[in-house]
């Protein structure tokens, strides 16, 4: 069964920065893609970044030139990197992996979710 797992977000002044991970784990065969989502309180859940096996990246205009997302292959782990945070990226922050098991096609897995408040 796959799982994919969150470090700790946490509380981060403005312009800190932050790094998260997420490691997938489980009957994995192959993962396609992992990205990181979003969702702050009342609005819906939006895309912060993407990286593909071929490691082509795509970034939400917010982030451009402050977050950076890369992979660890080897540990099937993705990252996020903010920098110069702002009060505006306080949300919950969710990974997902597109990824293809031993047992089943592929399919888009979620992680449990990081609460990042960025605060003075």
């Known amino acids: 069964q796959v799982r994919l797992v969150e470090s700790e977000g946490g509380l981060v002044q403005p312009g800190g920065s932050l790094r998260l991970s997420c490691a997938a784990s489980g009957g994995i065969f192959s993962i396609n893609a992992m990205g990181w989502y979003r969702q702050a309180p009342g609005k819906e859940r939006e895309l912060v970044a993407t990286?593909?096996?071929?490691?082509?990246?795509n970034y939400a205009d917010s982030v451009k030139g402050r977050f950076t997302i890369s992979t660890d292959n080897a540990k099937n782990t993705v990252y996020l990197r903010m920098n110069s945070l702002k009060p505006e990226d306080t949300a919950v922050y969710y990974c997902?992996?597109?990824?293809?098991?031993?047992?089943?096609?592929?399919?888009?897995?979620w992680g449990q979710g990081t609460q990042v408040t960025v605060s003075s």
């Open positions: 990286i593909t096996s071929g490691s082509s990246t």
């Open positions: 997902n992996a597109l990824i293809t098991t031993w047992y089943a096609a592929p399919r888009l897995y």
